[in-house]
T-cell receptor, first 114, second 109 residues
Framework: GAVVSQHPSWVICKSGTSVKIECRSLDFQATTMFWYRQFPKQSLMLMATSNEGSKATYEQGVEKDKFLINHASLTLSTLTVTSAHPEDSSFYIC??????????FGDGTRLSIL | RKEVEQDPGPFNVPEGATVAFNCTYSNSASQSFFWYRQDCRKEPKLLMSVYSSGNEDGRFTAQLNRASQYISLLIRDSKLSDSATYLCVVSPNDYKLSFGAGTTVTVRA
């Protein structure tokens, strides 16, 4: 089946650091990639939707200058959490899809900001 | 009001038991419905899509009630490996997914 890889799987860093998370579709070309965030015991919340070569569409309440998304190719999207603070600690998950086919999820990145 | 609401559980059942739970959704224009499974600290994985007529996949049966805007999942002959959080997912179109917070099921030996 379709494979989506996320890297790194776990990050611990100091407050104020910027953290980049990569999402790669390994065996297919994804027309759309999605970034979600999940706090403990809560649902996945869509942060933004990105299409290759165009600007990401951010959900209401998500700061685009804080969460930078780059989708430079059909197999790679990156999310950069700029100047991360403890409240940004969360589980970040990407997914990728082709057209209207079901989304395939990456294995997630656990971000802990000290 | 949340777009998708679920009973968080947990539902603690013995092996072999049947367990069922629902979720409700607020957007009457929703078109696609799914159940995902999420294990602790892992990514969600698609369990099954939910069709208007109801559908079955092995021990799992899903039902959709558009009039009352709820979806159900029934697990028969529970296995220890069924222990997980089950996420109800609704989509108003073909690509944007709204997740419930999940229902936790624990199957005990």
């Amino acid at each position: 089946g379709a494979v989506v890889s996320q890297h790194p799987s776990w990050v611990i860093c100091k407050s104020g650091t910027s953290v980049k998370i990569e999402c790669r579709s390994l065996d297919f070309q994804a027309t759309t990639m999605f970034w979600y965030r999940q706090f403990p015991k809560q649902s996945l919340m869509l942060m933004a939707t990105s299409n290759e070569g165009s600007k990401a569409t951010y959900e209401q309440g998500v700061e685009k200058d804080k969460f930078l998304i780059n989708h430079a190719s059909l197999t790679l999207s990156t999310l950069t959490v700029t100047s991360a603070h403890p409240e940004d600690s969360s589980f970040y998950i990407c997914s990728a899809s082709v057209g209207t086919e079901p989304q395939h999820f990456g294995d997630g990145t656990r971000l802990s900001i000290l | 009001r949340k777009e998708v609401e679920q009973d968080p559980g947990p539902f603690n059942v013995p092996e072999g038991a049947t367990v069922a739970f629902n979720c409700t959704y607020s957007n009457s224009a929703s078109q696609s419905f799914f159940w995902y499974r999420q294990d602790c600290r892992k990514e969600p994985k698609l369990l099954m899509s939910v069709y208007s007529s109801g559908n079955e996949d092995g021990r799992f049966t899903a039902q959709l009630n558009r009039a009352s805007q709820y979806i159900s999942l029934l697990i028969r002959d529970s296995k220890l490996s069924d222990s997980a959080t089950y996420l109800c997912v609704v989509s108003p179109n073909d690509y944007k997914l709204s997740f419930g917070a999940g229902t936790t099921v624990t199957v005990r030996a």
